[in-house]
Every structure is written in structure tokens, then in C-alpha cells.
């Protein structure tokens, strides 16, 4: 068994949130993309439904070699390991991100919200700090970064909670607030949520508001004004998607973007970007890291 063979066909266009756009100036977006498809072919061999648990973390510790040099069975991470060297970059990104799809492979339940942010340390803030390094931004912003991507992350468990449930037996839902509801994880299985999962669910939606939050000083920080623009757009996205989440139930109602709205959007994130660049910029020291 190969990793192409568990392929999803999934590409960057169809994330939730942009990668490498065309916000992202030209001489980065190699690196970008070659650590995405990296993270998508390793989300792949985790996440297929078909595929045993033993030949998942097989595929993924040889993903792991080929990307420190031991090995170049991983198409993926052999050409990630050779951009990193290129250009003088760590791969302790892209091993962190690894260490969450072997979780994903052993680990179906989250107790608490705290343990499902560890998770979000490593499934979802490399890739931010990843692209921070790319572009030579200072470590110092990580925080804010680190709040933006585990918001990111905890809005697609969301959005995907039924979906986990019903084809891989994942719940990211902490495990104490379904149990303080009263609620089974059955209730994931059901056409619409009962009131009592929709409570559980507009709880997180509200935590992740929190991070958002924290988050919001984030592109004004970022010198690069291009990849500042695109994590002003991100945040914005972000914003909306949660205020959604409050509203409408992922079990039955659409809680995804589709085209029609983004330019409204994006015209929202513009404006808040400009007001932003136009405040008193915060050192990445002023904020609370989740790390």
C-alpha cells in the first residue's frame, strides 16, 4: 500500500481557508505548496477510512525519513526536505505535523478542551509558524499565530463533527462538555442536532471567538504586507465562519463558505486590514502563548 493509493484528490483550492494564494508573493509560494502537499498527502493516509491503522503509521514514519534524509520512499517529503535545505529552513514544522497524523491514526477521543488545544499545537500551529518562517517574520508573533491556527483547526472539527463520527469514529468534541450536556457521542450520528448539542457546540464556537480574539492583532504585526493581507482575509473568513457556528447546525445546515459570498468578504477583510495598519502595532510579547 502507498500513500498515492490513499489519496483523497483533495487539492489547496479546496481547503476552507487560502494557501499560497495569489496574496502570497511568487518567491514563496514554492516552499508553501511543497509543505502542503506534504500536510495533504500525510492527512490522507490518516484519514482514509479504508486503510488499516498498521499501514497508516507505516506510510507515515516513511514520510518521516524521507523527510531528515533517511530514506526517499515519500515523493512529498523527500521534495520538502530538499526545499527546507534550499532554503535554510527547520523541519520541526513539518515533524510536529506528523506527530498530530499519528494521533489521528491511535487517538479518537479529546477529554477537554485543553487536550484538544495540545492537539491543535501540533495539527495546526506549525503551519502557520511555518510560513512566518518562510517569509523571515519574527518568532515573537508566534502567539497570535498559534491562536489563529488552532481556531482554524477547532472551526473544521466543527464544521466536519458529524462527518468525523460517521466515517472515521473521531470525536475532536472535548468529551467533559458532551458529558456535562448529558449527550452520547451517538448524537453525531443523527440528521440535526438536539438542543443540547447545540449548546455544546455554540460553547466551543465561543472559546474559539476567544482565540480569534486573540488572534486579531496578528496581521497588523506581520511586516510582510502581502502575507499580512492574506492572514487579515484568513481572520476575517475565521470570524464569519464561527458566527455561523453560533447560529446553524453543522448536523443539517451548510457551514461552509461558497463563492457567492467571498468577495463580500473579502472586501471586509480589505477594510479591516487597512484600519489595522493604521493602529499602533503590538509586540507579539504582549500576547498569551498557547504553546
Request: hydrophobic share 40%; with cysteine; charged share 25%.
Amino acid at each position: 500500500m502507498s500513500a498515492a493509493e490513499l489519496a483523497s484528490g483533495k487539492g489547496h483550492k479546496d481547503e476552507n481557508f487560502p494557501v499560497a494564494s495569489i496574496l502570497i508573493a511568487k518567491k514563496y509560494r514554492a516552499p508553501v505548496m511543497a509543505f502542503y502537499r506534504f500536510a495533504r498527502t500525510a492527512d490522507d493516509v490518516a484519514d482514509n477510512p479504508a486503510a488499516p491503522p498498521t499501514a497508516k503509521l507505516a506510510l507515515l514514519e516513511d514520510m518521516r525519513a524521507s523527510l531528515v534524509g533517511g530514506s526517499s520512499g515519500s515523493p512529498e517529503a523527500t521534495a520538502l526536505r530538499q526545499v527546507l535545505t534550499e532554503r535554510g529552513l527547520t523541519n520541526q514544522h513539518a515533524l510536529d505535523l506528523l506527530t498530530a497524523f499519528r494521533q489521528d491514526v491511535t487517538k479518537q477521543r479529546y477529554a477537554d478542551w485543553n487536550e484538544l488545544l495540545d492537539y491543535c499545537r501540533y495539527s495546526a500551529m506549525p503551519v502557520g509558524r511555518f510560513v512566518l518562517d518562510v517569509h523571515g517574520e519574527s518568532r515573537d508573533i508566534w502567539p497570535a499565530n498559534d491562536a489563529l491556527c488552532a481556531a482554524l483547526q477547532v472551526i473544521n472539527h466543527l464544521q466536519d463533527c458529524a462527518k468525523d463520527y460517521r466515517e472515521l469514529g473521531r470525536v475532536y468534541i472535548p468529551l467533559d462538555l458532551m458529558e456535562q450536556a448529558s449527550l452520547s457521542i451517538v448524537s453525531l450520528a443523527l440528521d440535526k442536532s438536539s438542543l443540547a448539542l447545540r449548546g455544546v457546540i455554540g460553547e466551543l464556537a465561543r472559546r474559539t471567538q476567544g482565540l480569534l480574539a486573540t488572534a486579531r492583532p496578528f496581521a497588523s504585526q506581520i511586516r510582510n504586507r502581502r502575507l499580512s493581507l492574506e492572514v487579515s482575509v484568513i481572520q476575517t473568513l475565521a470570524e464569519d465562519l464561527t458566527e455561523r457556528l453560533l447560529n446553524r447546525d453543522p448536523l443539517s445546515d451548510r457551514v461552509h463558505h461558497d463563492r457567492i459570498e467571498l468577495p463580500g468578504l473579502l472586501l471586509r477583510s480589505i477594510s479591516h486590514f487597512v484600519s489595522a495598519r493604521l493602529r499602533p502595532k503590538r509586540t507579539g510579547s504582549e500576547s498569551t502563548s498557547l504553546s
